[in-house]
């Protein structure tokens, strides 16, 4: 698929923080149905309501449900005490996906929930598969994970069986992840080479056909960055966007999503040296608020 849309410049990128609360270790975040957000830091999954007519300013916030790792952990009978670290997070058609950090070697989980944050199944990630973020290409029921292998692309899974059985009401079912032929290759702006992204935090997909991504670089404190790339091509549509930095000394990009207004979500973990971390939630929008996302 050639890019027809207008190539966004990434600097030109305004945002503002809409929504903080006191949280250790924020990680993700993603978009529901409706006026539906879902939140995950180190060890908790949150399920919000977002009210007020603008997506770009909401009025409030309400907590639905906030429930542990441990929690979905123990569900299906395992030791939660080997599990550590929820990445960012997906959600699309029904079903929330949740990448999981295990403390033994190649034991890290996806854990599948239903919209009311209920556990619906599981898989082993393979080894060679980062927990850090996933996220679902909706237009071929994929699911993007980041590879440990190489930093120069993302691998692919067929996740179409969790939607076959999401109709049945399934719980706790164990599923093996089938992984998809071709990868997702970074390409530099000429499509003349690969890119390298290092620290990627998360990915998330827009209905324009685009993957944005989030990483960082730790220099003393974390630098952070926005990527945009061809959904199709893996074709790099911007140059990356200049360090955003966030008010605070240690304040660190996680998750994003993109609402199909436009409106992008990104994550920011406040880290405090002594109290409780920040869990940030920001709204990105272009200058132009009518330029596709």
């Known amino acids: 698929m050639i890019e027809l849309l207008p190539k966004p410049d990434l600097d030109l990128l305004t945002y503002k923080k809409i929504y903080d609360f006191p949280e250790e270790k924020a990680q993700g975040l993603a ?44 569900s299906i009978g395992i030791d939660p005490k080997n599990y550590d670290h929820i990445g960012d997070i997906d959600y699309f058609d029904g079903l929330l996906f949740l990448p999981v950090r295990s403390r033994e070697k190649g034991k890290n989980l996806l854990l599948v929930l239903n919209d009311d944050m209920e556990m619906a199944a599981y898989s082993y990630l393979p080894p060679d598969i980062s927990d850090e973020c996933c996220a679902v290409n909706p237009r071929q029921r994929t699911l993007y994970v980041v590879s440990k292998l190489d930093s120069r692309w ?26 998809a032929v071709k990868k997702f290759w970074f390409y530099d702006r000429k499509g003349s080479g690969y890119e390298t992204v290092y ?29 945009a790339y061809n959904r199709d091509t893996g074709l790099l549509l911007s140059k990356t966007s200049k360090n955003i930095d966030f008010p605070g000394d240690y304040d660190e990009i996680e998750g994003i999503s993109v609402h199909p207004s436009g409106a992008i979500y990104v994550a920011v973990a406040l880290h405090h040296v002594t109290g409780k971390d920040q869990f940030q939630i920001y709204c990105f929008r272009f200058t132009d608020t009518n330029f596709p996302v």
Do not use: C
């Open 154 to 179: 993302l691998n692919i899974f067929d996740v179409s069986v969790f939607y076959k059985l999401a109709s049945k009401r399934y719980l706790k079912l164990k599923i093996d992840l089938q992984p």
């Open 31 to 74: 978009f529901g149905d409706g006026s539906t957000l879902y939140l995950s830091s180190k060890n908790h999954i949150f399920k919000l309501s977002i009210s007020g007519s603008n997506i770009f300013e909401p009025d409030s916030f309400k907590l639905i449900i906030r429930n542990s790792l441990a929690h979905y952990i123990k």
């Open 199 to 227: 620290s990627i935090q998360g990915i998330a997909f827009s209905s324009n056909g685009r993957l944005y991504l989030t990483r960082y670089k730790r220099m003393g404190t974390w630098f952070n960055y926005i990527h």
